[in-house]
């Protein structure tokens, strides 16, 4: 009996850690690289609000550790999924998103620090939809831009009619964020559905088409003053943030001044003077990466980055490796939402990008952010356990 037992229990350990196992085949540079930038993210948390909080100095760090370990519980039950359902049930999530989107822009939505994006659940947690229409969007656009013929082969190309389909997703997507507004949000699903759109493998005048009526869109909403001017200024200022320092060019200034003074190695944690004295805007959500910048140094902001690299590269091959076109565009989307979205945050705190409202992945506070880059990568992660072979 105790060695049947003791069988049974090998059996079981075999199963969960053996050769074969979901944890021996897990890409678990992926997921390290992951856990890094969290723990680096609740650090730096931690240091831009511990003067200010209104709980208590750990406060805003406690409550990003909750999102976060709710972000990680959403990652194992994704990861260990079969990613075959989302294709399945991509049209529901798009239509929740949407019903989500929806909300926003109805008196169920609340302005939080300026921005009328979110829903309030109560007990000092909110709901932003348009974090949940980033992974939605991708799922969708990959659904619609990888079909299958009556014998359930990939076709080659895309249809017309999918691709149709995709820029009308992708369109109501951004028009009901734009309503909020949230040109950040915006700028990344527009540039997530254009990566999609050419990994699909469409015809080149299609391209080349696309790119033009992307740029007289742009020109129109521009002309036509459908931006804010707080929008516009923002734009203007990126050219010369010095004409308004103390307007629209302070937050771009002040980052500036951030990153810089913390050089090489930086001031150590705790100790930046910029970060202590509040003297840049929504430091522990967009502009976090001044804190690494001033903190960290130049050490830490480049480790910050390479991190995010890693998790870049592993979706590139993750994406790569795949078997089929669904699971390979719902990749590549995912690298390229991450990818941009981590361009714009970076850049915009060293002057290369107009001042946008979006957070840098897996670094800074934020509750559905957090669960949809979990979610993002647990995606990967499932799609790698099952393109790998055993």
């Known amino acids: 009996m105790t060695e049947a037992i003791g069988v049974r229990r090998r059996s079981l350990a075999s199963r969960v850690v053996g050769r074969g196992s979901v944890v021996w085949?897990?890409?678990?540079?992926?997921f390290g690289a992951v856990v890094a930038l969290s723990a680096v993210g609740t650090l730096?948390?931690?240091?831009?609000?511990?003067?200010?909080s209104s709980i208590e100095p750990t406060g805003m760090a406690k409550k990003h550790v909750l999102n976060l370990l709710i972000g990680l519980a959403l990652y194992s039950a994704v990861a260990v999924s079969d990613y075959r359902w989302l294709r399945t049930y991509a049209p529901v999530l798009y239509g929740i998103a949407v019903v989500g989107l929806i909300l926003v822009i109805s008196p169920m939505g609340s302005t939080i620090n300026g921005h009328h994006s979110w829903i309030l659940l109560g007990g000092g947690f909110a709901l932003q939809p348009a974090e949940l229409m980033k992974p939605a969007l991708v799922v969708i656009l990959a659904r619609l831009l990888a079909p299958t013929s009556e014998k359930g082969k990939i076709k080659d190309r895309p249809r017309a009619s999918g691709l149709a389909l995709s820029l009308a997703a992708a369109g109501a997507a951004a028009a009901l964020v734009m309503l909020q507004p949230d040109l950040g949000t915006t700028m990344v699903l527009m540039a997530?559905?254009?990566?999609?759109?050419?990994?699909?493998?469409?015809?080149?005048?299609?391209?080349?088409?696309g790119v033009l009526l992307a740029a007289l869109a742009g020109l129109a909403v521009w002309s036509l003053g459908?931006?804010?001017?707080?929008?516009?200024?923002?734009?203007?200022?990126?050219?010369?943030?010095?004409?308004?320092?103390?307007?629209?060019?302070?937050?771009?200034?002040q980052a500036l001044v951030a990153i810089g003074s913390g050089e090489v190695f930086g001031k150590g944690l705790f100790h930046g003077g910029q970060t202590t004295g509040r003297f840049v805007p929504e430091q522990h959500t967009d502009f976090i990466f001044t804190?690494?910048?001033?903190?960290?140094?130049?050490?830490?902001?480049?480790?910050?980055?390479?991190?995010?690299?890693?998790?870049?590269?592993r979706?590139?091959?993750?994406?790569?490796?795949?078997?089929?076109?669904f699971s390979a565009l719902v990749s590549a989307g995912i690298v390229a939402w991450l990818a941009f979205q981590t361009l714009v945050n970076v850049g915009m705190t060293i002057g290369i990008m107009p001042i946008t409202g979006v957070p840098l992945p897996f670094v800074s506070y934020g509750g559905t952010a957090t669960f949809a880059n979990m979610?993002?990568?647990?995606?990967?992660?499932?799609?790698?356990l099952r393109s790998r072979p055993m």
């Open 25 to 30: 085949r897990m890409d678990w540079l992926l």
């Open 192 to 209: 997530t559905t254009g990566a999609i759109i050419v990994f699909a493998g469409i015809r080149k005048r299609w391209v080349l088409a």
């Open 291 to 313: 804190v690494a910048g001033e903190e960290l140094g130049f050490v830490g902001s480049v480790t910050v980055v390479a991190l995010l690299g890693v998790v870049l590269l």
């Open 44 to 52: 730096l948390v931690w240091s831009a609000t511990r003067t200010w």
């Open 375 to 384: 979610t993002a990568v647990a995606i990967l992660q499932a799609i790698h």
């Open 226 to 253: 459908l931006l804010k001017p707080y929008q516009v200024a923002r734009f203007t200022a990126l050219i010369d943030p010095s004409s308004d320092p103390r307007g629209v060019g302070y937050n771009s200034t």
């Open 315 to 325: 979706g590139v091959r993750i994406a790569r490796m795949c078997g089929d076109r």
